[in-house]
């Protein structure tokens, strides 16, 4: 997995779970001309640097988007800003690093609410 430089306009749904994503990486990721996503549930930009950085990744925040260095996230409580893509793509980085918390999985009930089922039934679990 290698880190790219990438125009997300035209796909800006997919930016959140690009930059989580991204962690893993080698070499950063630069997403651009999504200035847009700050307008959305939340400032989506803005919260994705907040929560990236809270697991101890460096991000650098842009007016149109953001670059993820990539590293080894330390444990947290995700906020979700009462975003389901927030809840939904930061989940994924529960899958790799332990002790990463959802802190209200319930947003995603508007757009997909048994997403965490789901998620818990993929990778074998039953909790």
Known sequence: LRGIDVDMNAISDTVQTLAVVALF???????????HIRHKETD????????????????DERADGLTIHPGSPQPATIETYDDHRMAMSFAIV????????????????????????????????TS
């Open 25 to 35: 990486a080698e070499g950063p990721t630069r997403i651009r001309n999504v200035a």
């Open 94 to 125: 529960g899958l790799k690093s332990p002790g990463i918390r959802i802190a209200d999985p319930g947003c995603t009930e508007k757009t997909y609410p048994h997403f965490f089922d789901d998620l818990f039934h993929l990778c074998g679990s």
């Open 44 to 59: 989506r930009i803005h919260a994705l640097a907040t929560e990236l950085g809270r697991l101890g990744i460096r991000v």
